[in-house]
Protein backbone atom coordinates (compact mmCIF):
# COMPACT_ATOMS: atom_id res chain seq x y z
CA UNK A 1 0.00 0.00 0.00
CA UNK A 2 1.32 3.57 -0.91
CA UNK A 3 0.88 6.41 1.71
CA UNK A 4 0.40 10.14 0.21
CA UNK A 5 1.35 12.25 2.46
CA UNK A 6 -0.15 16.25 1.53
CA UNK A 7 1.45 19.37 3.45
CA UNK A 8 2.04 22.64 3.43
CA UNK A 9 -2.21 24.46 3.18
CA UNK A 10 -2.94 26.92 5.63
CA UNK A 11 -4.48 30.66 5.64
CA UNK A 12 -3.29 32.89 3.27
CA UNK A 13 -4.76 36.28 2.06
CA UNK A 14 -5.71 37.13 -1.54
CA UNK A 15 -2.70 37.52 -3.50
CA UNK A 16 -0.68 35.56 -1.85
CA UNK A 17 1.42 32.24 -2.47
CA UNK A 18 1.54 28.63 -0.83
CA UNK A 19 3.04 25.37 -2.36
CA UNK A 20 1.94 22.34 -1.33
CA UNK A 21 3.83 18.97 -1.03
CA UNK A 22 2.92 15.57 -1.92
CA UNK A 23 5.15 12.71 -0.17
CA UNK A 24 4.43 9.17 -1.39
CA UNK A 25 5.56 6.32 0.94
CA UNK A 26 6.93 3.91 -1.81
CA UNK A 27 9.54 4.01 -4.65
CA UNK A 28 6.41 3.73 -7.22
CA UNK A 29 6.74 7.39 -7.20
CA UNK A 30 8.05 7.40 -10.92
CA UNK A 31 6.18 5.71 -12.73
CA UNK A 32 2.65 7.38 -11.75
CA UNK A 33 0.85 10.31 -12.82
CA UNK A 34 0.71 12.87 -10.35
CA UNK A 35 -2.40 14.73 -9.93
CA UNK A 36 -3.78 17.38 -7.66
CA UNK A 37 -7.77 18.11 -6.83
CA UNK A 38 -9.71 19.92 -4.99
CA UNK A 39 -13.06 20.32 -3.36
CA UNK A 40 -14.40 23.15 -2.25
CA UNK A 41 -17.06 23.04 0.78
CA UNK A 42 -20.87 21.64 -0.63
CA UNK A 43 -19.29 21.17 -4.20
CA UNK A 44 -17.58 17.98 -6.03
CA UNK A 45 -13.73 17.27 -6.25
CA UNK A 46 -11.83 18.87 -9.35
CA UNK A 47 -8.57 18.03 -11.43
CA UNK A 48 -6.34 21.31 -10.42
CA UNK A 49 -3.21 20.04 -12.18
CA UNK A 50 -1.62 16.28 -13.24
CA UNK A 51 1.90 15.59 -14.43
CA UNK A 52 2.47 12.22 -16.13
CA UNK A 53 5.77 10.40 -16.00
CA UNK A 54 7.24 11.52 -18.38
CA UNK A 55 6.54 15.11 -17.58
CA UNK A 56 3.30 16.32 -19.28
CA UNK A 57 1.55 18.36 -17.53
CA UNK A 58 -2.58 19.46 -17.54
CA UNK A 59 -4.24 22.31 -15.68
CA UNK A 60 -7.51 23.33 -14.92
CA UNK A 61 -8.51 26.68 -16.74
CA UNK A 62 -9.32 28.40 -13.46
CA UNK A 63 -5.63 27.89 -12.58
CA UNK A 64 -3.95 28.45 -15.62
CA UNK A 65 -0.54 31.48 -15.42
CA UNK A 66 -0.83 31.21 -11.15
CA UNK A 67 -0.94 27.71 -10.36
CA UNK A 68 2.62 25.44 -11.63
CA UNK A 69 2.85 21.43 -10.66
CA UNK A 70 5.86 19.54 -10.95
CA UNK A 71 7.66 16.66 -9.52
CA UNK A 72 11.12 15.55 -8.07
CA UNK A 73 10.82 11.61 -8.84
CA UNK A 74 14.64 11.53 -6.68
CA UNK A 75 12.31 12.38 -3.61
CA UNK A 76 9.17 10.92 -4.31
CA UNK A 77 7.05 14.31 -3.79
CA UNK A 78 4.82 16.10 -5.99
CA UNK A 79 4.46 19.61 -5.44
CA UNK A 80 1.78 22.72 -6.23
CA UNK A 81 3.01 26.13 -6.47
CA UNK A 82 -0.01 28.14 -6.25
CA UNK A 83 0.40 32.40 -6.64
CA UNK A 84 -1.88 35.22 -6.82
CA UNK A 85 -4.28 33.04 -5.17
CA UNK A 86 -7.85 34.27 -4.87
CA UNK A 87 -10.82 33.21 -2.27
CA UNK A 88 -12.32 31.15 -4.69
CA UNK A 89 -9.13 28.53 -4.46
CA UNK A 90 -10.28 28.27 -0.93
CA UNK A 91 -10.63 24.33 -0.67
CA UNK A 92 -9.33 21.06 0.46
CA UNK A 93 -6.47 19.68 -2.16
CA UNK A 94 -5.90 16.37 -2.56
CA UNK A 95 -3.16 14.53 -4.08
CA UNK A 96 -3.38 11.50 -6.05
CA UNK A 97 -1.05 9.34 -7.56
CA UNK A 98 -2.30 6.61 -10.68
CA UNK A 99 -0.27 3.99 -12.24
CA UNK A 100 -2.23 1.31 -14.16
CA UNK A 101 -4.52 -0.13 -11.85
CA UNK A 102 -2.85 1.63 -9.24
CA UNK A 103 -4.75 4.77 -7.30
CA UNK A 104 -4.14 6.16 -4.10
CA UNK A 105 -5.07 9.25 -2.19
CA UNK A 106 -3.96 11.24 0.22
CA UNK A 107 -5.78 12.89 3.07
CA UNK A 108 -6.15 16.39 2.02
CA UNK A 109 -4.79 19.73 2.94
CA UNK A 110 -6.89 22.86 3.88
CA UNK A 111 -5.99 26.26 1.55
CA UNK A 112 -7.98 29.12 3.12
CA UNK A 113 -7.37 32.35 1.08
CA UNK A 114 -9.15 35.34 2.96
CA UNK A 115 -8.38 38.34 3.86
Known amino acids: QVQLVESGGGLVQPGGSLRLSCAASRDIFSSCTMHWFRQAAGKQRQLVAR???????LYADSVKGRFTISRDNAKNTAYLQMNSLKPEDTAVYYC?????????WGQGTQVTVSS
Open 51 to 57: ITSGGTI
Open 96 to 104: RATSGLRDY
